[in-house]
């Protein structure tokens, strides 16, 4: 089961890089209201990133989770920043903020997870699953 989250979570990630880095050659048919935050894609970054990051929060090491969503943030600023440089693409704020509050927002269920474990979170246990949050076993330090 891990394997398959584990290859859940790249082929998100491998998306995410090559959507960010193609140039966009499809036409906006869509009418959207001009608000530069629609206009933006911010919901989309938003929810890629919340499912990249609750992903990556189910498959990989729970000890490193804060550091796997910095690097997630770190890695959306410099997709976006690149999008300077490419043809057809345009830097914009608001997909950094979509990817960072979509991030934040696994943050935040991950804080409270780790809340609701209380002192056992603290006495050497984790997280056995992330959908499961009761359920939780002995981790063996080294």
Known sequence: ???IRKLIFFVLLGSII????????FGNDISLPKIAIVQSGFFEHVFGYFVLGYVLFC???KKMIWYYLAGL???????????????????????I???CIGLSIVGFIV?????????????GYRFH??????????YKSK
Do not use: W
């Not at 804080?111 to 006495?123: E, Q, V």
């Open 18 to 25: 090559y959507f960010s880095l193609v140039p966009e050659y």
């Open 1 to 3: 089961m891990i394997m």
């Open 111 to 123: 804080y409270l997870k780790t809340k609701n474990l209380g002192s056992s979170a603290s006495n």
């Open 97 to 99: 903020l979509g990817n």
């Open 73 to 95: 943030s770190v890695l959306g600023v410099i997709l976006e920043v690149l999008q300077i440089i490419i043809p057809l693409r345009a830097f914009n704020v608001y997909d």
């Open 129 to 138: 699953s992330c959908l499961h949050s009761t359920k939780h076993t002995q």
């Open 59 to 61: 498959t990989f090491n």
